[in-house]
Each structure stands twice: as C-alpha cells, then as structure tokens.
C-alpha cells in the first residue's frame, strides 16, 4: 500500500511566516516534520506531493525524510489558495495503485492493519451533521450554479448530511476515486464564477467529504 502526503503553497511565498491554519507558523513547521517522521518510522517509502515552493519548504529547509517527491502541484495555482482540499484531490487521481494518503496534521503512532489496507475505500471518520453543516449547505443551495446529480439525490431524500472525514484517504479502487476526483473537479469548476458569494474554505467540505460520501452512498 503506498504512503503519500501533499503539501500545496497555494500560491504563498514566504512559508515560513505561514500559518496555513494553525496556532502559529512554528507549529505548522512541527506538524509537517513529525507527521512525516513518523510515517517513515512506520514505513519504507512515503512519497511527497508538492509544488516548487513545498519542496524549497519541505526538502531544501527541513530535509523532511521522503522518499520520492513529485513537483506537481504548481498547475493549481489559479485557483483560491482557499480552495485546500483541491490539490489533495489532485493528488488521488495521480495513484495507479492501491494508496493511503496522510493529512499533514495526521500523527500516526502504529502501521494500518490489514483489514484496513485491504479495503476497497479508507477515510479517517465518518461525521454526521451538525448545524454547522447545514448552514454551510444552505449556503452552497442559494449561491452556486451547478450540485453534482449524486449530492443533488442525497438532498432530495432530506437525509441528515454525513461526510467523510479526509485526514486519512485512499483505498484499492482507484477507478473509482478517479472518477470521485474528476466529479470534485467539475464541482468547482463549474462554480468558479460564483465562489466570491460564499465562505470559500467552507466549500472543501463538500466538494471533497460530502461528495465521496454521497459516491459510495450511492
């Protein structure tokens, strides 16, 4: 089962002074070094998914211990730096094999155990609806243009919103989860014109959580 993780710079210059949604900037520069050190504790290969600024940060600066890093990300930088779900979902539909991919802010203290690396789809949780999410949705419905068919399904049948947590991702089937980040990619990019209206970071919770829920629901 192959290890990966993604870093996005979204466009940022000086990492450094970044925060990128923690506490401060030191403490994002401590989560990406031991989230990855423990990977490679655990596991002989741990692959990197970044852009030119990520490598400078990651393997120039921290000398962070992967063992193959891909510059591929540097295409995503016309979209919002907000939109950080994005260059995850980029990352997924790169795997030909058998993935599961790390959130940078994921500790992992002991290896997978079989049963979950054997199968079909792996998320972290599942997460049921709060109010949070229904105003989110709210949101999405009186602003946005175009719902994938499969969200637009869930909706008409008045469910609770559930989700999947994405800080742990992958699976076997990535057929599938190729097609799942092709429809993330429609999602937002059929509604670019129209993001202006909404809470930008509110949004990666649906294209990419809800959206897979709404997938293999269906």
């Known amino acids: 089962m192959k290890i990966i993780q993604t870093f996005w710079a979204g466009g940022k210059k000086n990492l450094l002074e970044e925060s990128f949604g923690w506490y401060t900037p030191m403490h994002h520069i401590q989560g990406w070094v031991l989230s990855s050190n423990l990977l490679r504790k655990l596991y002989e290969e741990v692959e990197l998914y970044t852009d030119n600024a990520g490598y400078d940060l990651l393997i120039e600066k921290l000398k962070l211990p992967y063992t193959k890093v891909h510059v591929v990300l540097d295409k995503l930088n016309k979209y919002d ?16 094999e058998p993935f599961i991919h790390i959130d940078g802010d994921v500790f992992i203290w002991g ?36 719902f994938p068919q499969e969200i637009i399904q869930d909706r008409k049948k008045n469910t609770e919103i559930k989700a999947y947590n994405a800080g742990i991702f992958g699976g076997n089937n990535t057929t599938f989860i190729k097609k799942y980040a092709k429809k993330a990619f429609d999602f937002v990019d059929k509604n670019l014109l129209y993001l202006d209206k909404i809470n930008i970071t509110n949004f990666n919770i649906f294209f990419e959580q809800y959206l897979f829920y709404c997938l293999t629901k269906d």
Do not use: G, R, V
């Open 81 to 96: 730096s907000n939109l950080w779900a994005l260059p995850k979902i980029f990352t997924y539909s790169l795997q030909d």
């Open 111 to 146: 290896k997978f155990d079989e049963k979950l690396i054997n199968s079909e789809f792996i998320t972290q949780n599942i997460e049921a609806a709060t109010e949070y999410y229904k105003n989110i949705w709210n949101e999405l419905e009186s602003n946005l243009s175009y």
